[in-house]
């Protein structure tokens, strides 16, 4: 399983867009790329995911570079309640494969 | 609406004690997991299951087993309980295809005394 690096923590000002990035630079040609957000003493939910294309959902959009190397998670005007910790994963799709998180990154959302 | 359904969302239970945590899904998913979550430390997999009576073990199976008996229902257990197993435990399913997402279920705080 390709790994990936997020930073700790990051602040964001209520109404700004928030960028969230994340490296992942081992990752194989048919792995794909999600992200997904813990809010205080909830299960992880999932945000967006994608292959090698941009994606854009009611949520958030995800920029994957070019080699695929790293991505970058955007919430366009981050609210209170996006405070959260932010988990990007890197999985593959074979049948049998396990879905492992790192240690995310906490955004502090402030007004 | 999707659902994952974890047993119990607080559980206190004593040394020694053989613990099960039950996570039961309505999506006819393949895959099931279980996780703990420690502070700093993220959330670690424990062991998953593609299949009914197929397990493969996580990252930290040490401590823990798995049953797999029915296709919606995914059970963790402590054979004998230990305090450093005093941690919040998340279970979660998906389809077994790779660019679907996983569901999780709300937790089981479990405390270990």
């Known amino acids: 399983d390709a790994k990936t690096t997020q930073p700790p923590s990051m602040d964001c000002a209520e109404g700004r867009a928030a960028n969230l990035p994340c490296n992942h630079s081992?990752?194989?040609?048919?792995?794909?790329v999600y992200w997904y957000r813990q809010i205080h003493s909830q299960g992880p939910q999932y945000i967006i995911h994608g292959l090698k294309n941009n994606e854009t959902n009611e949520m958030a959009s995800l920029i994957i570079t070019e080699d695929r190397k790293s991505s970058t998670l955007i919430l366009p005007h981050a609210t209170l309640r996006d405070t959260a910790v932010y988990y990007c994963?890197?999985?593959?799709?074979?049948?049998?494969?396990?879905?492992?998180f790192g240690t995310g990154t906490r955004l502090l959302v402030s007004p | 609406d999707v659902k994952v359904t974890q047993s119990s969302r607080y559980l206190v239970k004593r040394t020694g004690e053989k613990v099960f945590l039950e996570c039961v899904q309505d999506m006819d998913h393949e895959n099931m997991f279980w996780y703990r979550q420690d502070p700093g430390l993220g959330l670690r997999l424990i062991y998953f299951?593609?299949?009914?009576?197929?397990?493969e073990k996580g990252d930290i199976p040490e401590g823990y087993s798995v049953s797999r008996e029915k296709k919606e229902r995914f059970s963790l257990i402590l054979e004998s309980a230990s305090t450093n197993q005093t941690s919040m435990y998340l279970c979660?399913?998906?389809?077994?295809?790779?660019?679907?997402?996983?569901?999780f279920g709300q937790g089981t705080r479990l405390t270990v005394v």
């Open positions: 994963i890197v999985r593959g799709q074979r049948s049998f494969q396990k879905l492992v």
């Open positions: 979660a399913s998906s389809l077994v295809s790779g660019n679907t997402e996983a569901f």
């Open positions: 081992t990752i194989s040609g048919n792995e794909y």
């Open positions: 299951s593609y299949d009914v009576k197929m397990k």
